[in-house]
Every structure is written in C-alpha cells, then in structure tokens.
C-alpha cells in the first residue's frame, strides 16, 4: 500500500513533466507511459480500463467504450495526435491537465498511475 501511495506522488511529478514535453507519437512515447503504470496498484476495474485503454492505443484507434458508463473515452494516442491539452479534464491526459482550469467546486482529478480519476 505505501509503495501505491509513493507512487501516485511520483507519478503526478512525473506526468506533468513528461506531458510538457511529449509531442511525438513514437513507439518511446509509449514506452514512456507504459514505464510509469504500477499495475498491481491497479483494481479489477481500473486494470480492465487500462487494458482496454492499451489496446485502443496499440491499434492507434482515437476512442474505446468505458465499460461501465458505456460512454466513449477519448484514448492518449488522440490526445498526441492533438497535441496540447484541451481543458475538459480528459482521462487519459498526457499533458497533466496542463489547461484546466482551476475550480474549487469541483475536485482535482488523481492520476492513478494509468490514467486520472
């Protein structure tokens, strides 16, 4: 459990470091995002929408179906092509929710070593 805890502190430095400069989409890219998940970290949930998330992302596809909501979910292989942080909170931010605005009403997401929630 500490080693989770560690982790996510770590991984909120390390995602808004390499989401500032990440431009490419390069198989290092991926490489880059694969290091920092701590999958035994992971919940039976989260840990389905990792491997859904990876797969999308590995057939260079945009979107994947959340399998609880059903709602589709834009995946970090769109967000590259993109290329900057949108704003709207994305799950699968690579550039550590660089755009969003601040908004005391509503809490911060957590990166949980795959993706923020």
Known sequence: MLMCVLSRLFIDAWVYIVGRVL????????QAWESIT??????????????LHRQACLNHQ???????TKLQVL???AHL?????????????????????INLNQPRKIFNTSYYE
Do not use: M
């Open 38 to 51: 701590v999958v035994p970290c992971l919940t039976k949930d989260r840990l389905s929408i990792y491997s």
């Open 81 to 101: 092509q993109r290329g900057k942080c949108c704003g709207n909170r994305c799950r699968h931010c690579p550039y550590g929710h660089i755009n969003v605005e």
């Open 62 to 68: 945009s979107f994947y179906t959340d399998p609880a």
């Open 23 to 30: 431009t490419s989409l390069s198989r290092s890219t991926w």
């Open 75 to 77: 995946t970090r292989y």
